[in-house]
């Protein structure tokens, strides 16, 4: 499980994020929503190390991340799809995947048969260069290289952002069939409130980089949620 637990985030003297705290759990989707310039983003940057908090603490499995470099973070399971994707263009499809390896012991440096699976086109295009793809298909390939870390928790920045609908409705099966494995607990940060309805079992709203709105799938009153994405 991952556990977030009242950070504080500061870039120089500007507060990006207040207090918040946060848990996902193993075979669950935890949803992220807001408006653009919040926080989610700088709050999945905190998860992933990318930059440091300056108060509270982040453990995944009961192991203390909010030290650890991004690298340690990586090999303790941590898998972040970032917002715009960023695969390597002039690699193939075939290199930009085998960057996943990275993290990975040398026995484990293979490509897993579930990224082909649910994602069928990067195995037809596996020699084609990264930057020749779709943005579509970029974005498959970016989820594709994260499976390849065999990660305990998924970190997806917007992945549905400027994707074509049948690859967003790809997006969100895939998503569906990782939270059925119960193998990794995954965050999604999204934009589009039916997507995140339809895929998340827990759900929080991001105002100010505080935490404004949070509920279970089961007890979630829509009024409320919507007045919170209005703030």
């Not at 995947?97 to 596996?126: C, H, I, N, Y």
């Amino acid at each position: 499980m991952l556990d977030v637990s009242n950070i504080d985030l500061h870039y120089g003297a500007a507060q990006a994020l207040r207090g918040i705290s946060l848990k996902a759990e193993p075979g669950k989707v935890t949803c992220v929503l807001g408006r653009n310039g919040v926080g989610k983003t700088s709050l999945l940057r905190a998860i992933v190390g990318q930059h440091p908090v300056s108060k509270g603490t982040i453990t995944l499995g009961g192991t203390d991340l909010t030290r650890m470099p991004t690298v340690q973070r990586a090999r303790s399971g941590v898998a972040f799809v970032p917002q715009g994707r960023e695969i390597f263009p002039l690699l193939t499809v075939e290199e930009n995947l085998e960057t996943g390896f990275a993290p990975l012991k040398r026995d484990q440096r293979t490509v897993p048969d579930d990224v082909f699976s649910l994602f069928p086109v990067l195995l037809t295009m596996l020699k084609r260069r990264g930057g020749d793809l779709s943005g579509g298909q970029q974005q498959q390939l970016a989820i594709g290289r994260a499976l390849v870390m065999r990660p305990k928790l998924l970190l997806l920045d917007e992945p549905t952002e400027g994707i074509q609908p049948s690859i967003i409705k790809d997006i969100g099966r895939a998503i569906s069939y990782l939270r059925s494995l119960k193998e990794m607990a995954i965050v999604l940060v999204e934009q589009y409130l039916d997507f995140a309805q339809e895929l998340g079992d827990h759900l929080v709203v991001m105002d100010r980089g505080s935490i404004v709105y949070s509920c279970d799938k089961e007890n979630m009153d829509e009024a409320a949620l919507k007045r919170a994405l209005a703030i």
